[in-house]
């Protein structure tokens, strides 16, 4: 793997793992909770309409004197109430002692709650300095008198903050519930009910207070939520009946220093709930079933994994910017889903690990980013500097910081590059071959001083208009009046005339970096000396093998006559027999390499390669026969398009019998050779394999050079002089294709002679 993806999987195992273990060992808990509160007061919910609070407020001391008023007032309090058509009402009220300066009156304020018969009131912890040692119950006749006792204790978490209560808690067994709940149980039995009290647990110690059934409150709002209505105004009947009527009350302190005030999620600017305010979000979200469901940690470290593998994906494969915004997005959708699960779902999950793993993302991978790629600039510049300059040059190195240094040393090689640059266009300038580059657009874009002295053009479109004139073979399809090489990787060459000179011209397409085409180039080389020397050789060779074959022949026929003494016709025939035979063999493989290295475009004509393959076959038929050998023909593919290509007929045909004569003398006896001809796109190809021992690898590429056979080890050294192969090549590049080889060891092998650019039948000619 390469080092980038390696330095991306550390980062992003090291930011998954720290994302994972923050959220389930809570190491972020301070600012999940900090999210929740901002998240929780951001949105506010219904409250029932049905329930308010009657405050013992700062008024009301003012009026009704100072606390503890007489146990009278709260039973005309309950009285007002009652008579008002009041639900329900819980009286958050300490009565665990008799009063001492009216004893009558707790008899008063009993046959009050009596007479209301739905009156809810609060028990409290008994402590011991800070251990807890029992339940504070009201006064029996108080017990009695209630409809319902509940706890009133809330949770605070380790910041200090009151999020949730306890349903079922006590002494010994959880067996009170909490006052919202209690007050629920006479408002509504049956929704009450799904809040039942839980059985004894393993947790139970009657020397222990014991809790149970934990809920995170949903808290409708800040404080204040909630109507009030001043406890001496009820008193006085200044609240409206209809106000109070079918309502459920809740009657607390709220007055400065007396009110068991907390700090909730929604208290905000550091203003306190009152507990009796705490008690009417529990009693409104008991009764509509809407307490906030913590998710596990797991949940959390899955939406932590999952953020920060797509912030690091997005830093992988997009640019540092995009990676950025991805990493923010990541992080801003945690939370944004935490959000939506916590107002639509009621539920929470903590996302600040998942917003600590991509805040680490982004700067861990550009620093493993950015000091791979230092590392890398440096070992490149080192390499530079190592190779030496193309023009050399000095190197200011006099900075002392070591980023001033890189700077100087890119410097240095940007401009090296630019020296470079000219020095080359310079170069290909005053080569003394002809160069033209064509872009895709069909716009001329480089060329040098030959190829407009042998093109007689000295602009870029009179070297293009000079191109598209030349006498370009006609069998080659064309694309905006130069050859079209689509299909065909490499170099394709062609000798042309024109006027008293022959060119000859070498097309390539040019691949950019990507693999798309970046335009062609055309080379041009005068080989009018070349051409000349050329067909005089050609003259001279076919001289020399005419008059060579004619003597051989005779001695040939002499040795067959021969009648001398048997004992030296013994000795000298068979090696006069053999020299004679050699050479005629020579003169023939010269011969048709000569022909076949003399063979003109021009004098093509059209030939079907069917027959063509067929009558090559017919004619090793009997070597074949000899060794036991059969010879398979396929030339299915013609019956779906006819194999009409110009060339050649005769050298052709013995570029595919050179090929099945060596299938045949390298073959295994018994073997089958078969000749196949294929369509392959453009190209009409004719295969040629062989069951035998395969080549060597290391012998392949000497197959197709002059005199060149291979010989096996433990067989006998093959006829031939080793020009079959090279006139196999010779024909095939002739006619603007090319053979190729492959071979198994021990199993045989496969030539390939491919004849590019066919013609179809549709196709028009081009003319001469």
């Known amino acids: 793997m390469r080092r980038p993806t390696l330095e991306w999987l550390a980062v992003t195992t090291l930011c998954i793992v720290l994302a994972v273990f923050a959220a389930l060992e809570g190491w972020l808990w301070r600012i999940d909770q900090t999210i929740y509160d901002s998240f929780l007061s951001s949105f506010r919910r219904a409250t029932s309409a049905n329930v308010a609070i009657v405050a013992i407020d700062d008024a009301s001391l003012a009026e009704l004197g100072s606390w503890p008023w007489s146990r009278r007032v709260h039973a005309a309090l309950l009285d007002r109430l009652h008579d008002a058509g009041a639900r329900a009402v819980a009286l958050d009220l300490i009565l665990d002692t008799p009063s001492r300066d009216d004893p009558a009156a707790d008899t008063v304020l009993a046959q009050s709650m009596r007479a209301f018969g739905r009156v809810a009131l609060p028990l409290t912890q008994a402590t011991t300095g800070v251990l807890l040692t029992g339940e504070i119950l009201p006064l029996p006749e108080f017990v009695a008198a209630a409809a319902a006792l509940g706890h009133g204790q809330v949770e605070f978490d380790p910041d200090g903050i009151a999020r949730s209560v306890y349903l079922w808690e006590g002494f010994g067994s959880a067996r009170h519930p909490q006052l919202a709940l209690a007050l629920l149980r006479i408002v509504d039995p049956e929704v009450a009910a799904r809040y039942a009290q839980p059985g004894p647990g393993d947790d139970d110690d009657r020397l222990q207070w014991v809790r149970a059934m934990w809920l995170r409150v949903p808290f409708a709002g800040p404080p204040g939520t909630y109507p009030y209505y001043s406890y001496a105004a009820v008193l006085r009947g200044e609240v409206p009946a209809d106000a109070l009527r079918d309502k459920v009350l809740l009657v ?36 509509r079933g809407d307490a906030v469901r913590p998710l596990s940690a797991g949940t959390s470290a899955g939406v932590a994994a999952l953020a920060v593998l797509v912030a690091m994906l997005a830093l992988f494969y997009g640019d540092p910017r995009t990676g950025l915004l991805v990493s923010v997005l990541a992080g801003l959708a945690a939370l944004a889903l935490a959000a939506v699960a916590l107002q639509a779902g009621s539920m929470w999950f903590g996302p600040a690990p998942a917003v600590l793993g991509c805040m680490l993302a982004y700067p861990l991978w550009s620093w493993r980013r950015l000091e791979w790629a230092q590392r890398y600039l440096d070992a490149e510049l080192a390499a530079l500097e190592r190779e030496g300059d193309a023009l050399p040059s000095e190197v200011d190195r006099g900075a002392a910081d070591r980023l001033e240094r890189r700077i100087r040393i890119v410097r240095h090689v940007a401009r090296q590059q630019r020296d470079v640059r000219r020095f080359i266009a310079d170069t290909l300038e005053h080569l003394p071959i002809g160069v033209v580059v064509i872009d895709p657009g069909n716009r001329v874009v480089l060329h040098n001083e030959r190829a407009r002295h042998l093109l007689q053009a000295f602009r870029g479109e009179d070297l293009l208009a000079a191109l598209r004139s030349l006498p370009w073979p006609v069998y080659l399809p064309m694309r905006d009046g130069l050859p079209d090489l689509a299909g065909f990787a490499g170099i394709r060459q062609f000798e042309l005339p024109v006027g008293r000179r022959h060119l000859l011209l070498s097309v390539a397409e040019l691949v950019a970096g990507t693999g798309s085409l970046s335009g062609r180039v055309i080379g041009l080389a005068d080989v009018t000396v070349m051409h000349e020397a050329q067909r005089t050789r050609e ?140 369509a392959e796109g453009a190209d009409w190809v004719i295969r040629v394999r062989g069951q035998g021992a395969g080549i060597p690898p290391d012998a392949l590429p000497r197959l197709f050079k002059r005199f060149s056979r291979i010989v096996e080890e433990g067989r006998d050294r093959p006829s031939g002089v080793g020009l079959g192969l090279l006139i196999v090549k010779t024909v095939a590049e002739r006619h603007g294709g090319n053979v190729s080889v492959e071979s198994t060891p021990g199993v045989g092998s496969m030539f390939e002679i491919r004849l590019p650019l066919r013609m179809r039948p549709d196709a028009p000619s081009r003319p001469d």
């Open 539 to 678: 003259d001279t060779m076919h001289f020399l093998s005419h008059d060579l074959r004619a003597p051989l022949a005779s001695i040939l026929t002499l040795i067959d006559g021969y009648k001398g003494d048997p004992a030296a016709q013994a000795e000298q025939i068979p090696r006069i027999a053999r020299y004679a035979r050699s050479a005629l063999d020579l003169a023939d493989g010269l011969f048709r390499l000569v022909r076949a290295e003399g063979s003109d475009p021009k004098d093509f004509v059209e030939l079907d390669l069917a027959g063509l393959v067929d009558s090559a076959a017919d004619e090793v038929w009997p070597q074949a026969h000899a060794r036991g050998i059969r010879v398979a023909v396929d030339t299915r593919a013609a019956e779906t398009e006819e194999p009409i290509v110009r060339g050649d007929f005769s050298l052709l045909r013995r570029a595919v019998i050179n090929l099945l004569t060596n299938a045949i003398k390298y073959g295994s006896p018994d073997s089958t050779v078969s000749a196949e001809l294929a």
């Open 252 to 287: 607390g302190a709220t007055a400065s220093g007396m009110a068991e005030a907390v700090p909730t999620p929604m208290s905000g600017l550091s203003r306190p709930m009152p507990g009796v305010e705490v008690d009417a979000n529990v009693y409104d979200a008991l009764r």
